[in-house]
């Protein structure tokens, strides 16, 4: 029944997405049906299958009940994981025997990293690295979805002689430990700091959400193993049970919301820090607790290097196992692998690897997730798509916590789908349609989060038009390619995260819009031809921005330079140095050598343009100014008294698709000016589906000046293709008076 009256409302498909947590907030119990894997569910499951085929619906598969990956079948040794340690001083000058204390271990599992020492010195008193706890994974950024990463960013100056340690005197005396954790050590004359360091299970390393019987721990991402036990033991079954439908209806899998926090530790981190940093993490180790190594810029950078190499074995012992093994059977990903809580990762690369990038934004509600800020966390898997040649931004929508049933269409859930368009979406993923049989009666069972939906609701009969409205959106916007002016790159440290369109990091709002570009896609797949750089998709921007600081990685910098000689415009401030700590001498002379290259002798505070082979190089200005003396106007820009409107373009051959929506509860009307010249608007409304040539335009300025009135919460798509002269305006405005159609004589009793 459910997938039938999907398919006779327009629906494409369903993610198939087992879950508890109906009891939160104080609600009932759901009963309880067959458990996720069991015989009885398998059924079940491949019954939908064989009906999505019929119907000619896509699924989806959420790989297990709830989310944070896992289940009854992780073991310990594949569960997430935290480093901990225990530290004490002692005097050295004769042969010690030395209980040294376990750290605090969770569900009686522990495993030792190694032991180290250092004499301590009498070196000046000192504060710790600025933000230590964040920078060494002990505590989260903030807020805590989508959060701000420059707390990484800040240190205060070193002073001399503020070291606690060199890492030429640290000492490993992880063999002297017995398995009584008594450390036998003959110890040199002098005071000694001795650190105990280990992992142990992550404070959030579970499953959340599931139903009964799915308990159990979630698995260490940064672990192929932990990884490819899971999708032997459960995954690869499913897709066997799918037999000829897997890559037919079966069309993709899914996990959903990381929100293991914390994991900060897997077995072979040093293994896999020696290989992709260049040194040995041990004698480092230290630094993970807070204390300065080396020197305070080293021990800064240390920490750089540790976020970074759990954020590349997310990658790739997790999300490229997972495309990969699906692949294998022609079926597509598209985990929320983008957080968007703060787990450390590179989430817009992490979504690059995505086939569909996803996330996720919430209805209106007046008692959580205040602020678009807190809703919309779409514009990154955008940003992904876009960059990393993916068709399709998918999110999961319409999410919410209660007050239960207080969603109205007209000014929560259509207007913050219009947000959600206008931050990049182009496929809603209904959060929640609910499976609930007849015996629940009506409205029948619910889930406890998201916009309740299905055939049992009390508007499900008059919803067509709605659903219709959210299709033709939809099918608009995969026409084509995202139209930008800016590239905004956003660094490679981890963790590291975008924001919703309006954080505008490259400061070019409003009437400009821009994606957000990350190191990996930067470097493999930008280019320059025609003085814009390009991607293989077709997508061309007119600048590069860079962030606000005064380092970036050497890889980065180089594809920069070659951007520039290219004849590509890069906006921002002048580097100083590199990031990693690996060749920090080498790097950063090469750092600041390709700098002077390209940005002379500029100042940071000052206005210059720098050329460099066929391009330029611009400090001291925004994106927006350069923009504006370069003569590039405003790509769509609204004049109006009052309203809040938004707006998004996309191109396509000889065509030009802009969606513009009026955020505001009431009706507004704007003059919006479209960058496209020569060409005859024509209205779309996708409410109705009528089209039209409007009659009422003006072309000046390489711009079309076009009125519009908006209806409250109300949207047009405003479609340029054919000629301008074959259309011509006729009139200076549009008119939105009501006329008379017929009298209806006589009186009338209404009854409600």
Not at 690 to 716: H, I, M, V
Request: glycine share 8%; proline share 6%.
């Amino acid at each position: 029944r459910d997938l039938e009256q999907m398919k006779a409302k327009g629906f494409g498909g369903a993610v198939i997405f087992d879950a508890g947590g109906a009891a939160q907030e104080g609600n009932d119990t759901v009963p309880h049906g067959p458990t996720f894997f069991s015989p009885e569910w398998r059924e079940l499951y491949k019954h939908t299958l064989r009906e999505a085929d019929r119907l000619g619906l896509e699924i989806s598969l959420n790989i297990q009940s709830g989310w944070n990956l896992g289940g009854p079948v992780v073991t310990t040794e594949d569960a997430a994981k935290k480093y901990v340690w225990s530290e004490m001083k002692i005097s050295g000058g004769t042969n010690l025997q030395i209980q040294l204390p376990q750290p605090k271990a969770r569900e009686n599992f522990y495993r030792d990293i190694a032991i180290v020492a250092y004499r301590l010195n009498n070196s000046a008193p000192h504060p710790p690295l600025e933000n230590w706890k964040q920078k060494a994974l002990q505590e989260s950024l903030q807020p805590f979805s989508a959060p701000d990463s420059s707390p990484l960013f800040e240190e205060i100056p070193a002073t001399p002689g503020e070291r606690d340690a060199d890492v030429p005197d640290m000492m490993d005396l992880t063999v002297k430990l017995g398995a009584d954790g008594i450390l036998k050590w003959d110890a040199p004359v002098g005071d000694w700091q001795i650190f105990r360091f280990g992992y142990t299970i992550g404070d959030h390393a579970y499953v959340s959400t599931s139903s009964e019987g799915w308990q159990g721990f979630a698995i260490d991402v940064y672990s192929a193993t932990a990884f490819q036990n899971y999708w032997n033991k459960i995954v690869e079954p499913l897709i066997a049970d799918a037999g000829p439908l897997a890559g037919k209806s079966l069309k993709y899998l899914h996990t959903d919301s990381w929100e293991i926090e914390l994991a900060n530790w897997t077995p072979t981190l040093r293994a896999e820090f020696q290989k992709r940093r260049g040194y040995d993490l041990l004698p480092w180790l230290p630094g993970l607790a807070g204390r300065i190594v080396n020197s305070r810029e080293e021990s800064d950078r240390f920490l750089f290097d540790y976020r970074k190499t759990l954020g590349d074995l997310a990658i790739d012992n997790h999300y490229r196992l997972f495309r990969d093994n699906a692949h294998k059977h022609g079926i597509g990903i598209h985990p929320e692998s983008g957080g968007p809580h703060a787990v450390p990762i590179d989430a817009q690369r992490c979504l690059g690897w995505d086939d569909a990038p996803m996330s996720e934004f919430w209805a209106w509600s007046w008692t959580h997730r205040i602020g678009d800020a807190n809703r919309f966390f779409v514009k990154q898997p955008a940003s992904a798509a876009h960059t990393y040649g993916h068709k399709f931004v998918f999110a999961e929508g319409f999410t919410t916590i209660g007050p239960h049933w207080q969603e109205k269409l007209w000014d929560n859930l259509k207007p913050t789908f219009d947000k959600a368009l206008c931050e990049g979406l182009n496929v809603l993923v209904w959060h929640a349609f609910v499976c609930s049989p007849d015996e629940t009666g009506i409205p029948g069972q619910q889930y406890f989060a998201g916009t309740h939906l299905n055939p049992k609701v009390t508007w499900w009969e008059k919803s067509a038009p709605f659903f219709s409205y959210i299709d033709r959106c939809q099918f608009m916007l995969q026409q084509g390619h995202f139209a930008a002016d800016v590239l905004y790159y956003y660094g490679d440290h981890v963790p590291n995260f975008a924001q919703l369109k309006k954080s505008d990091p490259a400061h070019i709002q409003p009437g400009y819009d821009y994606d957000v570009i990350t190191a990996e896609a930067l470097i493999e797949r930008a280019s320059v031809h025609d003085g814009k750089i390009v991607l293989p998709d077709g997508i061309n921007y007119r600048v590069l921005v860079l962030p606000d600081r005064d380092v970036i990685a050497l890889p980065v910098l180089e594809k920069i330079k070659e951007l520039v000689a290219d004849g590509a415009t890069v906006i921002g401030p002048k580097p100083a140095h590199g990031e990693t700590r690996e060749n920090l001498s080498a790097d950063d002379a090469e750092v600041k050598k390709i700098a002077a290259e390209l940005w002379g002798g500029s100042r940071r505070e000052e206005a210059q343009t720098s050329a460099f082979g066929k391009g330029r190089v611009i400090t001291g200005k925004t994106a927006r100014e350069v923009l504006l003396a370069d003569d590039v106007k405003p790509d769509c820009e609204f004049q109006a008294d009052k309203g809040d409107f938004d707006y998004l373009h996309r191109t396509a051959e000889g065509v030009e698709i802009y969606f513009v929506a009026n955020r505001t509860n009431f009706a507004a009307s704007a003059r919006v000016a479209f960058r496209v010249a020569d060409k005859a608007p024509e209205l779309w409304n996708p409410v109705t589906g009528e089209r039209k040539f409007t009659a009422a335009y003006q072309g000046k300025d390489g711009r079309t000046l076009l009125p519009l009135n908006f209806a409250p919460c109300g949207s047009w798509f405003i479609v340029f293709r054919e000629n301008a002269a074959a259309h011509p305006a006729v009139i200076n405005e549009h008119s939105d008076e009501l006329s008379s159609e017929t009298e209806l004589p006589g009186a009338w009793t209404v009854h409600f």
